[in-house]
């Protein structure tokens, strides 16, 4: 993937088709919250009003086109010097060094617009070993499992929390 170029740019409708590649795949959708596309129509429902209108929902793109999305979401309040990092990309990419990638140019980009902003976390499922493997090689801080956390399509999940701060030291 090194000679391949790794870019994330925000989403718009004409993502749709390229989208549905993985938003139609069962092992991408998997650890989402969302359930697997299987209608474009409603793909695109979505993405107007899901996606378009989020603070920073970014397609992850190789060589231009998207191959899968990430997102921060900030906290408000008292908690605004936090947020959370989601992403999702084509099964037929995982264990390249795509989303490793993705994730170091997300959190650099985060930090940078965010004003405030001092942690990032991002909660994984204890059975999602490579979103773990992602989080620790880019540097997060594994903190812990939070037990039956979190309800993902109607079973509760063991969830593990890390966290990187403004302060740690990243290479995108």
């Not at 880019?138 to 990187?164: I, W």
């Amino acid at each position: 993937m090194e000679e391949e170029k790794i870019t994330l740019r925000p989403f718009t409708i004409s993502d749709a088709d390229d989208f549905m590649v993985w938003a139609s795949d069962d092992k991408v959708s998997h650890f989402c919250s969302w359930n697997t596309f299987t209608d474009k129509n409603t793909l695109i429902d979505h993405i107007e009003k899901t996606i378009l209108p989020h603070p920073w929902f970014r397609a992850i793109c190789l060589n231009g086109r998207p191959v899968g999305a990430i997102l921060f979401t900030p906290a408000t309040g008292n908690d605004s010097c936090r947020g959370e990092l989601g992403y999702m990309l084509a099964s037929q990419l995982w264990g390249k060094g795509v989303m490793t990638k993705a994730v170091k140019l997300a959190v650099k980009s985060v930090f940078e617009e965010m004003k405030g902003l001092e942690r990032v976390e991002a909660l994984v499922d204890v059975e999602n070993k490579g979103s773990l493997k992602v989080l620790e090689k880019v540097g997060f801080l594994k903190e812990g499992v939070l037990r039956k956390y979190f309800v993902l399509k109607g079973r509760t999940r063991d969830m593990v929390m890390f966290s990187l701060l403004s302060t740690d030291t990243i290479y995108a």
